[in-house]
């Protein structure tokens, strides 16, 4: 298949391109400044908010992956209507660009779980949970509900084909160093402390990210187009766990506590059971495993994330 990935040279994204092209599709990444490159695959510096050349980037494409986005929940706290536009405005732009190629059949969005602390009830929650509006709290929230809400209802309106994933809390090789494992590796490698926000007993199912890409491949079957599927990880690791993970494959260090982040991600229970019926996927690494493979990435490129 001829495909397009937005923000295909970030974390996620270029692991995404990855699996595509080994996959066998045809890859184009459409990305203003990618920083990881796969050499079989074309990229295209395209701006999100040009409309034209957008269109003529996912021409022909039989789906389009968007992941380009604003992720970094700081930033979005710092800069939330940067945020906006980047997340839906330009979620906007990539179904807009879509609906006008007659061949670009499905935009699969990448939204997260972080949606979740929306969610009205209690115990696992499953894809078509209720959302109560007042309780998103944070801004990052507020723009992938947003995203989500303007996916259907380009579905409704014009018949544009969607799948939503709904991302895990991902980790692995080239990851973002502002991330809580790679933060905890930096600091255990330079002598500490790890500085813990909150109690620590604060859990997430946090999914290694070449499960995740693993994820979009099989998001192109039929079976997967107009649902709605979280991609969780398998098992809840607390942050008190990754810290003692990081000491255990490293070495000791002292670790300190510093008040919770405003607004942060408190981790509900989610399933992924509608992934591993539609597409047969579930995440396969355990969490030790994924954070000694990022240690050998980072043995690999010299140190820097």
């Excluded at 009830?121 to 709290?137: I, K, M």
């Excluded at 991330?179 to 500085?195: E, N």
Aim: aromatic fraction near 8%.
């Amino acid at each position: 298949m001829q495909l397009a990935v937005t923000g295909g040279g970030g974390f996620i994204g270029s692991h995404v391109v990855d699996r595509l092209v080994k996959a066998g599709h045809d890859v184009r990444v459409i990305d203003v400044q990618p920083r990881w490159r796969n050499p079989d695959a074309t990229y295209l510096e395209v701006d999100l908010f040009d409309q034209a050349a957008l269109g003529a980037a996912v021409a022909g494409c039989t789906a389009v992956f968007h992941l380009a986005g604003a992720s970094n929940v700081n930033e979005v706290a710092a800069d939330p209507v940067w945020a906006v536009r980047l997340n839906v405005e330009g979620t906007a732009r990539v179904l807009e660009a879509a609906r006008h190629q007659q061949r670009c059949g499905r935009v699969i969005l990448a939204s997260t779980v972080w949606v979740y602390g929306a969610a009205q009830g209690t115990g696992e929650l499953a894809e078509d949970f209720p959302v109560d509006l007042r309780s998103a709290r944070h801004v990052y929230v507020s723009t992938k509900l947003a995203a989500e809400l303007l996916v259907h209802s380009y579905k409704e309106m014009y018949g544009q084909e969607f799948t939503i994933l709904r991302y895990g809390i991902p980790y692995g090789p080239r990851m973002r160093e502002e991330l809580v494992v790679a933060r905890f590796v930096q600091a255990v490698q330079a002598g500490g402390p790890i500085t813990i926000a909150g109690t620590g007993e604060q859990q997430r199912n946090y999914v290694y990210v070449e499960d995740l890409a693993d994820a979009h491949v099989r998001a192109l079957a039929p079976a997967a187009a107009g649902q709605v599927l979280a991609l969780e990880g398998g098992t809840p690791v607390s942050v008190r766990e990754i810290a003692d993970t990081v000491q255990q494959l490293i070495g000791s260090v002292p670790v300190h506590y510093a008040p919770a982040r405003d607004a942060d991600y408190q981790g509900v229970s989610v399933s992924n059971r509608a992934a591993k019926e539609l597409l047969d996927w579930s995440p396969v690494t355990p969490f030790v495993t994924g954070v000694r493979r990022y240690l050998d990435w980072l043995g690999q490129v010299g140190g820097t994330p």
